[in-house]
């Protein structure tokens, strides 16, 4: 007998949480690849989306599709698991809103300004705000682990922007960009895995 649409949805949510990261940062990686004239210290990871040829095309489609498969992680997958909780509500949906601001990202390019700089702005600001509201969601779902967990993460977000914004310890933001992505996506694979699990 095959599962409830409702349960199919739920758990494809859940999986889009391990599956966006690894879209995300293989095309990423792809679109670097595909332009030997990238700099860590001197680009922005944006300034790939308005290379021509291969590029371009790349580094955008890439964040369009993490950013929907990480709109339908915090909608089927977060949302879902907390169920009336407010905190994990109101977690869900701020992380909903950093995935869109990241599939913006990918449609509006460093040709679309200010467009570009504000759902950029947005993405990163918004992230690490998700995790911490999701902080006390987990801890008040008596799940003391992923509670810590995830403040962790939030603050690995959100550090290297503070460093950035204070000591501008890269000339450009390709590396906080980077460590902040990174740090993100970490969480979702791990969040994803337990609620898969649950």
Known sequence: MSEPRNVVYQRLGKASGIVAPIVGFAFILAAIASYPQFSWTDNALSDLGVVSGITGPLFNFGLLATGLLTFNFAAFGLFTYFGKRWAGRIGSA???AA???LIAIGVFNENFSPTHYIVSVAFFVLAPIALFILTFAFWFNRNRRLAGFTVLVG???AVPWILEFTL???PNVAVPEAVSGLAVSVW???IGKK???T
Do not use: E, K, R
Request: glycine share 0%.
């Open 168 to 170: 501008n310890y890269v």
């Open 155 to 157: 603050v690995a977000a």
């Open 188 to 190: 979702a694979i791990i």
């Open 99 to 101: 995935s869109l601001a």
């Open 195 to 197: 609620l898969l699990s």
């Open 94 to 96: 701020v992380f909903a």
